[in-house]
């Protein structure tokens, strides 16, 4: 693949991006350039990465087969897409940026554009959490396809499910964690050292995560497999369930849905 990829603006998220690109040699340096507003900021890139990095960016806009807006949503959104008529009009034009939607940056560019909307996942150099993306008319999976899983793995949504894919998808990993320190904390309770209750913890998530990919079973027939009658884990589900532990939860990625959709109204002021 020698397609060229420009990021415009360099900050957490597109490292996090560039990184594993890298790293699985989805794509050469020589084929990643940036431009962030911030010179220490394309220096440390230039440095880390080896790739250009400079606030400059006529050549690198002319020449890239994708164009990726990885600025803040506050950002000057209107000064980055008069950048973006410089580039080859077939380019695609790939946002990541949060609460903004394609219907906007289409009047922002304010020309037929090949658009994709991105949620990218924050597990980035795992290869394994789900970025959701969005494509307007013009757009094609195939275009972006390579550039998308290089990061990660590419679910493509509905955009009126971007804001449900963010709060439950892309924070996903953040119950998770929280479930493992919750668990660890409990095998401390309950008089285990620290070390080894966090490596059970770990452990039994990555293993219980895998039983049910190599099975195939609901979570339900395993955990019939396990609770004998009257035994430890029939007990101690029983407890669980008198914890509103699911509805708790499952209120948690309601207001975090609903906190990407203030967030993205907020933004439209
Ligand atoms: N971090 C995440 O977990 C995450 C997850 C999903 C989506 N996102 C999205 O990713 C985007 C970037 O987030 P981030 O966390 O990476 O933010 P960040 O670290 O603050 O990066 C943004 C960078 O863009 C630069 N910048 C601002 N305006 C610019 C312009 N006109 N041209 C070039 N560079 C410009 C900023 O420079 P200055 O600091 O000097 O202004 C900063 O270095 C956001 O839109 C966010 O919604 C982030």
């Known amino acids: 693949m020698t397609k060229r990829i420009h990021f415009i ?11 594993p690109l890298l790293a699985k040699q989805i794509v050469s340096k020589e084929q990643l350039t ?3 507003i911030n010179t220490s900021r394309n220096v440390y890139l230039q440095e880390t990465y080896q790739i250009q990095a400079q606030a400059e960016q006529e050549e690198a806009l002319q020449q890239a087969d994708i164009l990726v807006i990885g600025v803040r949503p506050q950002d000057d959104l209107a000064a980055v897409a008069q950048e973006l008529q410089q580039s080859k009009p077939e380019a ?4 990541i940026v949060a609460g903004v939607t394609i219907e906007k940056l289409e009047a922002l560019l304010g020309v037929p554009r090949s658009i994709v909307r991105v949620i990218p996942n924050t597990l980035t150099d795992t290869g394994l959490g789900y ?8 757009a094609k999976q195939e275009e972006v396809d390579f550039f998308l899983t290089g990061f990660g793995k590419v679910m493509y949504v509905e955009e009126r499910l971007i804001d449900v894919f963010t709060g439950y998808g892309v924070a996903g990993a953040n119950y998770v964690y929280y479930f493992i320190e919750s668990y660890t904390d409990a095998g401390v309770l309950a008089g285990l050292p620290r070390e080894q209750a966090w490596t059970i913890a770990l452990e039994n998530t990555i ?9 195939g079973k609901h979570p339900r027939e395993l955990l019939d497999i396990n609770n004998s009658a009257g035994g430890v884990g029939i007990h101690a589900l029983y407890e669980l369930n008198a914890s509103d ?3 708790g939860l499952q209120r948690s990625v309601l207001r975090a849905v609903q906190r990407t959709t203030e967030l993205g109204e ?3 002021k």
């Not at 957490?12 to 991006?17: S, Y």
């Not at 695609?92 to 946002?95: D, K």
């Not at 293993?207 to 990919?213: D, E, H, P, S, Y």
């Open 207 to 215: 293993g219980a995560a895998a039983m049910l990919k190599q099975t």
């Open 9 to 19: 603006g360099g900050g957490q998220m597109v490292e996090a991006i560039i990184r």
């Open 131 to 138: 970025s959701g993306a969005s494509l307007n008319e013009l």
């Open 245 to 247: 532990f699911a509805a």
């Open 266 to 268: 907020e933004g439209e």
């Open 92 to 95: 695609v034009i790939v946002s």
């Open 34 to 36: 940036v431009a962030d």
